[in-house]
């Protein structure tokens, strides 16, 4: 199985400021025949299901605002927030898609400093 | 407009059954994969098993064996039929559609239901 990592576990950002999550998976993600990364990243806010935000990578679901962005390739991935909101609290988990089973990070806590 | 409803959480004893059951709107079920996911309270995620439209089923290597995925077509549902159930078996458990085309990237979600194993 390939075994995916996060960090840091939580961070606290201010209001407008950027916040940086890291993905590592054990092994490459990337499918040379499409060159594609199978790599998502998901949103959960308290109480509800998680919510899809980026996948292959880099390319944001529809109504995703464009402060969200995914960059990264092989077996280190980036998510980033670049003004975050008060609506941004949440845990954020990556996942990768390229093998089964799929597997999810252990996620990142992100709060209002 | 998608929606998929859960249904059939609750208490149970250890080593106790339970069916699960997804009721799904907006979408056929048969044509699309279709995933069950959990999450242990205060934990994180975890892929619990896939059905194929094909037909074909996959299962973590922690529940194989005890848990069974299922659909009914003429009632567009998904099921998981859960036996030998232990404390570790203890989660909300989602059901998830797939992204079209893309097996293990969930798309849509229900909003959950809760197993609890315990005496």
């Known amino acids: 199985d390939i075994v995916m990592t996060q960090s840091p576990d939580s961070l606290a950002v201010s209001l407008g400021e950027r916040a940086t999550i890291n993905c590592k998976s054990s092994?490459?993600?990337?499918?040379?025949?499409?060159?594609?990364?199978?790599l998502a990243w998901y949103q959960q806010k308290p109480g509800q299901p998680p919510n899809l935000l980026i996948y292959?990578?880099?390319t944001r679901e529809s109504g995703v605002p464009d402060r969200f962005s995914g960059s990264g390739s092989g077996t280190d991935f980036t998510l980033t927030i670049s003004s975050l909101q008060a609506e941004d609290v949440a845990v954020y988990y990556c996942?990768?898609?390229?093998?089964?089973?799929?597997?999810f990070g252990p996620g990142t806590k992100v709060d209002i400093k | 407009e998608v929606q998929l409803v859960e249904s059939g959480g609750g208490l149970i004893q250890p080593g106790g059954s339970l069916r699960l059951s997804c009721a799904a709107s907006g979408f056929t079920v048969s044509t699309n994969y279709m995933s069950w996911v959990r999450q242990a309270p205060g934990k994180g995620l975890e892929w619990v098993s896939i059905i194929y439209s094909g037909g074909n089923t996959y299962y973590a290597d922690s529940v194989k064996g005890r848990f069974t995925i299922s659909r009914d077509n003429s009632k567009n549902a998904l099921y998981l039929q859960m036996n030998s159930l232990r404390a570790e078996d203890t989660a909300v458990y989602y059901c998830?559609?797939?992204?079209?085309?893309?097996?293990?990237?969930?798309?849509?979600w229900g909003q959950g239901t809760l197993v609890t194993v315990s005496s």
């Open positions: 996942q990768q898609y390229y093998s089964t089973p799929p597997t």
């Open positions: 092994q490459s993600v990337l499918y040379s025949s499409n060159n594609k990364n199978y």
């Open positions: 998830a559609r797939d992204v079209i085309g893309s097996k293990g990237l969930f798309h849509y």
């Open positions: 292959w990578a880099s």
